[in-house]
């Protein structure tokens, strides 16, 4: 995590800290939370989270973490006429150190890379590499999460699947994403991946979202419409930036699922994959600008020009 947690003085409260694993036990989950315990029994070495929201991807990463390193697992009685029936399952009992430390981040077999909180940087992949050639210090295995891995630059991704590629018996690996589409397909292939069920994007945009969305769209089509907005002092904070990056990389990744059902995506989907991924990589780099506290609305302006010259010279209507 970005903040640094000093273990004897900021000791995360623990009813605070698992509340993290609350998404994952709502009861429309129960399917998935069977097929996660399930997956553990034979773990991969690499799964991929997808669908949901952050928070629910998060959550599953985490519940997927304690069902590794909890003490006192408990027996899982499946509901027999639910859909998927695996056997004897176990979950994590949420109670014991090892499944507080898990919520916590304070476990020392389990890392956790936050694209949300942190960029994912030269030496976070130096911390990586050095840990993944040692022995885990107390359980079997170690786990490495990488949450939200479509704010992965291609530079990280790559460097990532390197580690990946030496092989080690002691490491498993989750990455969570928005959708497939948003993750190298390098990375991609390597592992097993979950679908979580999809939201209906279009009933869950906040107002502020559904008026970004005609602002991009109507500046992509006709150049016009930003500076109104952007010109007023103070419009764009670091967290309307981000919201304004999570829109265009919803819509991306939309546009390559073939959900053209949306107005940006629909625009989006006349751009060949790998002209996409380009305009992927470059609101990669403006979230990782807002992150290091560059002026938010210079980022957006900045990007948003960028795109829109690069959109109309590979022909984009
Ligand atoms: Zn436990």
């Known amino acids: 995590m970005a903040e640094k947690k000093n273990i004897e003085n900021e000791m995360p409260d623990k009813d605070e800290a698992i509340k993290i694993f609350e998404p994952v036990l709502s ?14 029994k034979n773990a991969p070495q690499l799964l991929h989270i997808e669908g949901g929201s952050a928070e629910t991807r998060t959550s599953f ?4 973490a304690a069902l590794f390193f909890c003490q006192t697992p408990e027996a899982c009685f499946q509901d027999m006429e639910k859909e998927f029936a695996y056997g004897d399952l176990i979950k994590p009992c949420f109670h014991c150190a090892e499944c507080y430390k898990v919520a916590a981040h304070m476990h020392p077999d389990l890392l956790v890379f936050d694209s949300r909180e942190a960029h994912i940087d030269i030496d ?18 170690r786990l490495i999460l990488f949450l939200e891995t479509q ?11 390197k580690v990946l590629e030496e092989p080690n018996p002691y490491n ?4 969570t994403m928005s959708q497939r589409e948003m993750i190298l397909p390098t990375l991609l292939s390597r592992g097993f991946v979950m679908t979580l069920p ?3 994007p279009i009933h869950e945009l906040t107002d502020l979202e559904k008026e970004w969305e005609q602002i991009l769209g109507k500046f992509f089509h006709s150049g016009s419409g930003l500076m109104d907005k952007t010109g007023t002092k103070g419009t764009i904070d670091g967290e309307i ?11 991306f990744a939309h546009a390559m699922a073939g959900r053209n059902d949306y107005v940006l995506a629909s625009m989006f989907s006349a751009i060949p994959f790998h002209h996409l991924f380009e305009a992927n990589e470059r609101v990669v780099l403006c979230y990782e600008m807002i992150n290091l506290m560059v002026n938010p609305t210079y980022c957006i302006e900045s990007l948003l020009t960028e795109l829109f010259v690069y959109f109309k010279k590979i022909g984009l209507k």
């Open 151 to 161: 704010k992965l630059s291609a530079f990280s991704g790559n460097a990532i699947l």
């Open 198 to 200: 999809w939201k209906d």
């Open 61 to 64: 990463a985490h519940y997927y």
């Open 172 to 175: 498993q690996y989750v990455f």
């Open 241 to 251: 930036a981000k919201i304004i990056c999570g829109i265009l990389q919803k819509n």
């Open 27 to 40: 009861p429309e989950f129960d399917v998935f939370r069977n097929k996660i315990q399930a997956i553990t």
């Open 124 to 141: 976070s992949m130096r911390e990586l590499k050095k840990l993944a050639n040692e022995p885990p210090r107390y359980a079997k295995k």
